[in-house]
């Protein structure tokens, strides 16, 4: 049974250098458009769900052609509001080995987005009629008003019966110094507010504050995350831990924290082709386990294969079907027994 | 002294996505044309010989492309008749990791292969002078007329003197459902009149319904080749093993049951740019060993060879000459014993 | 005031050789998916209606590619069935001055749109809530079953309100020899069914068999069409006339008889980038004044300003706005001022 | 004798979508870097003179890939200040026959160069040594504080005996509606100060306000230019003529006030493949015929066949040789005696 | 019926900047391999004949690349040598409108074929069976050794029964100052010797030395080429008129002189897209008329509409069929009733 | 505190099939200019000191080409000479696993560089300024004529207190058979008159002829470099021991000799994407150290990341900047921690 699930984010536009040269070597760039919101809204439009994307674009042709792209991921962009000047952007440089990729982003605060005012959104009708409302802390990191924007839409999504959906994906870039002690606050108030959230021990830790006595990671997820959940009145905490080996590959293994205890993937090892969005593809996977009912451990599962594939295709946006992501996860498995 | 050889067969264009897009994600395909007909003649006349390929083919401008770029390969087109109206092709999504490439076909049966009807070829013509006739499996599946040609083709060459070649290549989605049973007696027919054929363990149990108390693999090949061969009166039966390494190399053995014994390649591990052709470039291997009076240890060392480079390049036409072949031998032979 | 329009046709393919390379010489392909019904539903949605196309595709990746590039059209591709195997293809390669452009088909008779049978399609809901349902020529040449659903469409539109238009672009190459004749009677029924067809004195002459003594074409054209519409009660119809000047540029007419008088537009003038599709421009420039209730003068203004646009942008599917529809015709009319 | 020239202007990044789909249709991009300082730089140093630019970049891989640009077209790039954040861009979708091309900007304020403040630019050394410094009216229509830049140079340029160049392009898009009279005081300011400037009729009649009693706009220049020279103490004043053909061909007449009298270039006719920066190549070339002591006759006339040329290359900036301006003189000449 | 031409000439790889960007611009270049012989060779291998090349290629990649590209055009190659050690370049920059393409060419006389001494080719064998033998004026300039190869071959031809066809086609720039006079003799030597000349009046003017009254260069050549037939006996001298209308059209007509008159086609105007290559088409046709014993009306005709058509194909090679080139004389003859 | 260095060397153009195609199958080229004073000048540029190319390149658009990239790399060409014809060129394939890459050269002797004769440099002021002049084994290679300006430019170097570095990298195929023997006595000049020298244990036994009783390369190393520093006067001499995985990884560990004993860098293992020029990266950070007066483990450490970096970038020239040497010498220090 479809859902119908709201993102609220801003739309970035993704200027990639092909290959492996630099902005200085090279003379082309291949762009899509992407986000946290875009990519969230998309992965579940391809779980065949109805993923709708509330934002602001300009109405010019690089509006037009994000609008055009979104369409493409399958995302609805009828809840899209036309305004303002301008679009984030970020331009990719390809790392190879010792050598890390690059990102360079535009001037983004002048974006349509960020230049939103108070009386834009009707915040009721974009949530109206939402299973699910995906909110993030990249948004809640702009300034105040996209910060109202991304409160009253929880608000208002709670109030008419919608999951909130929060993740913490806290980045350091855009809070700047003394940035968890500015961003603590906000984080408290979205986490009241919301039903599910991505979350890992850094988070509890850092932005919330909260204390340890434990030194290995893997304890302090144990131990915060259940105080978070029960603190804050989280029914669902999902998240996934990471580490690259000395061959390149990735690996990562996800976990869910419901109903009083954890449930985790395995442990999946990949070569990357291209990093940006997993995280989303994650958060898209537990969306969809809640959304179909799947045990915990299902949807761990579901969730960290979701993400695994979104680092095997191109751009930010994960593309994959659900009978794609169950096969790779049996695959996964077979390769694992052999 | 070089040969001569015919090959029958389709000639398929080949539509890839360039990169690791899908189709829905690109707007830009590649294109080439193969099959094991041409795969075969093609890595032949790289060999030095002269590789022909017998085949039908449109007259409109895809026709002209594929002959144009047979020709290009080093095959002789003299032999081709044109007529019928379409061309196969298959498209292809290249995977990664985790994620398994992708084939989609057009309408194939209505190729202009497939509808060439029975007085299409001149029989006797399109195999004389030759010192090689190469059939295969995949046209044997086709429908009865394609299968009428084959078998007529062994007939009419066995009578004139030439080497019959066959490649068992069983691909289960062309037989259907029961497929292994309304094969068995093509494939016997066509085993009674070749003198070489590509066959492994798996051709003689479920193809040929031959009987064995092994349960390991290479103990049913060492059992049941050599009860083949004698059955069906085979000078040369070969073959590959293949195995995927969890870091994604591919490692291949070959074989060569030949004067009651069988002769083994090294086990070469590499890993692969584009997997589709090497099966012929280790066919075309034997063919020129035999052609060349190769020990069956020579044989198998060069067919293996060839075929891995076959992984490593561009294509599913293998390009590699005789002294590239040798020379990946030796490379690798030394790689081993560091 | 947006309406809903509802267009049934077969979606195709299109593989064009980039630059002026034939495909002997080139190894690259742009693709594209287009077709009338995807033209014209297109066109619509760029100004401001809701484009439906009623069609079938298959499940596979190309039927995947080719629904995301119809989302990206802004076509609503809900009403679209899933089925079949094939998708008809075609292969573009582009003229140059005196050589003229190539077009070769694929097995279309296979796709999964003409292969759609009788009781696939449920016209009712495919048609429901519909402003305009456009059918064509083009489908109605395919085989009794395509035609039945065009029909079947025609009258559950009428009886649901919907205007009828029918564009009747008869293609030779589909109807073979003796053509004209077999197709009368499909025509005959269609004409009788629609408010609007697009239409001119050649179809009244060679395909209805409308007699005249004129000699000139546009005497026929004054004469035949208000006898067509009188003798079939045809509310519009409409259509162009074009010519090729030494130059290459292309100069075309447009004209529209309605109310038992003719309005004909600017004859413009321009250079061609891209031809296909220029016709749907047109008639979806009709329906669009048809839709706003502009004159009959202002309409084939405006459609004749749509196709001429539709010359100059990329593939087959128009893309102007209408403020670029008027700003284009108010230029062009200063031009012909100066 | 090479002559040293310093131009103060914004690096634009230029991102131009290939061949002729829109921004909403194509996922590719190329890209380079101009602006009139930078285009008037490129064409001097082509014409072996020593162009330096004086700007502002940002230090991040943006601004290093625009100074690796600028280096290789020859731009001595040893003034560039580094600071700031970002750089100016513009998006370019090429035009085709009657659809005209279309630029969109990004935040364009928020520059590296339109937010470097009071005290950032050393105005002495930036013009230390100079024969010319060239200024323009985009600068200096950005905000007070770079306008204060473009003064505070051509003031510093004029102590030191640098010949003054000021370029009035005036954009409407730029000064907002009552442009023209926000706009008077600064060009008044700049014409006072220059020795050279490109202006035409309009920015005497519009921006200047000067009164005429014609209308012909060829009668408004000879009026105007005159008394504007006399006004402001102008030395030269150069500028184009430039009229559009039906066949898309461009003709260009150039001309220069010198001295108390005109001299005019031929009517050039041309092809047009990339028009931006055709201007710059004027001016530049006016510049090289002032820095060569070439008469006014040889000076427009150089300069318009240089025009001419940047309308046939790709990119904004110029890059033809001076030996190169000249045969396309000939050329040009000898086409018109035929 | 398909006769055997052997052409006798250089390979040249030929490098073009894509578009319209210099070589200092762009990054990329798409190669070919051409020349003289090679294009008569294509040209009428796809009229349907066997041609054959001979020449000296080097055996390492770029030697293998062009024997792989000769026999895409349909070439036969076997009486290729395999020697030396380089390929002669050509890197080609595309000029627009006033602006003129550019051809810079690599070390050409170390070339595999400038070096090839004098005792590589065996001419006996190089030319047995041909009908006809083609030569040509550029190896003719190259040194003694290839002037050498070039009357020898003429010789072998002559007694084998060849016709012999010899192209002028004088190129200033490599026989130098004086050049007309050192070449001379060369020339004489060869039109002695052949029976069919591409010839015109300059030729016989300034190579030969041939005195005339007229100024008017139609007048020469009614004058000089008959004189020319008479002196050194060609049976058959043909060639065209050429000039560049000021749209950037070309006009081009040819004409056949043989059994003492003249037959001209009709003039052909036409746009271009690579213009290299054009005269051997013309070559080829009068070749293939001689073949196929059309009339000199005919055969004039079917040449000026293969020299058209070559205009218009990418690369110097020219790709048209025989069907081709009758469908665009037919058009263009339309055209002109028009 | 920058330093002015010059390198005196050839300019090649590099011509590179894209991907894994060979030169037979593909159509397309990439082109960059490098060699090993190209890369040792960019590689210094890129560190913040000036530095100058010392070579002669012809007028003509590759000559252009060339100076432009040489710019955009950051080379300082105003002590580049142009005159000659020809640049040298090498075509590069890409190998992939087994399938080693591939080099095919131009006819190179006839370059502008190694054609340039004996009065054509002014040494004097090709090396007035500078801080260390660069000359390497490749140019001394050439000629005798290029060979006389390589010593000439050593001797003016040391007159003018530059430090000379001297890179011995011996090619066998330049040298021919018996070229160590050939090679030696110019080595010797070399080494005597150099401050700093890249050479190896092979270069002190093979070139030199120096003995020794050890096997192992090490314990060579050890022995001889001390002995050849003594020798010949040499303050520094430094290298690298290169070794490649079996899983395709390449192993660096690089040394210096000084002041009487080696520092040694970490061995780092990476993958490589460009491996031409990583050896002038490690020359290039051996002289930044010098320049910076590092410690000779600090120099060292600094050129092997420095390497490292080079075989991470597309191109033969390095682009690391010193920040990225140092924290990819960093990151590599944690990688091997972990």
Redesign the interface.
Same mark, same amino acid.
């Given at each position: 049974m479809p859902k119908r699930i709201a993102a609220f984010g801003e739309v970035m536009m993704r200027?990639q250098v092909p290959? $492996?040269? &630099? !902005? =200085? +070597?090279s003379? #082309? !760039?291949?762009? #899509?458009f992407s986000g946290t919101g875009v990519n969230l809204a998309a992965a579940l439009s391809r779980f065949g769900h109805d993923g709708y994307l509330v934002t602001t674009l300009p109405e @010019?042709?690089?509006g037009? =052609?994000a609008?055009?792209?979104l %369409?493409?991921?399958?995302i609805r962009t009828d809840r899209i509001r036309r305004g303002g000047?301008?679009i984030g952007?970020y $331009?990719l440089?390809n790392?190879?080995?010792?050598?890390p990729s %690059?990102v360079?982003y535009? /001037?983004r605060l002048?974006?349509s987005f960020n230049t939103a005012g108070e009386n834009t959104y009707d915040y009721r009708s974009a949530v109206s009629d939402m299973d699910f409302v995906h909110l993030c802390g990249i948004a809640l990191a702009m300034n105040d008003t996209v910060r109202g924007h991304v409160k009253a839409l929880a608000q208002e999504a709670k109030r008419a019966g919608a999951a909130v959906v929060f993740d913490c994906n806290y980045r350091p870039s855009l809070w700047g110094a003394d940035g968890h002690a500015a961003a603590r606050r906000h984080y408290e108030d979205m986490l009241t507010l919301c039903d599910v959230a991505m979350m890992n021990e850094k988070d509890a830790r850092l932005t919330l504050g909260m204390a340890t006595a434990e030194a290995d990671p893997d304890a302090q997820l144990q131990e915060l995350i259940p105080k978070a959940a029960n603190q804050y009145g989280i029914r669902v905490i999902a998240g996934t831990r990471r580490s690259v080996g000395? /061959?390149?590959t990735h690996t990562l293994r996800g976990y869910v924290y419901k109903d009083g205890r954890f449930a985790f993937s395995k442990a !999946?090892t $990949?070569?990357?082709?291209d990093r940006i969005g997993a995280g989303d593809a994650f958060a898209a996977g537990v969306i969809h386990g809640e959304a179909e009912g799947f045990s915990a451990e299902r949807t761990v599962a579901f969730a960290a294969a979701s993400a695994?594939?979104a @680092? &095997? &295709?191109?751009?930010d946006s994960p593309? =994959?079907t659900v009978p794609?992501v169950f096969r =790779?996860l049996d /695959? +996964?498995g077979m /390769?694992v027994e052999r």
């Open positions: 200027l290959g $492996f040269e &630099t !902005l =200085a +070597q003379d #082309t !760039l291949r762009y #899509t @010019h042709s690089l037009e =052609a609008i055009a792209y %369409r493409k991921l399958g000047k301008h952007m $331009f440089e790392g190879f080995g010792p050598r %690059r360079t535009s /001037d002048g974006s000395s /061959d390149g !999946l $990949f070569p990357v082709y695994m594939l @680092h &095997t &295709t191109a751009g593309i =994959a794609e =790779a /695959d +996964q /390769d």
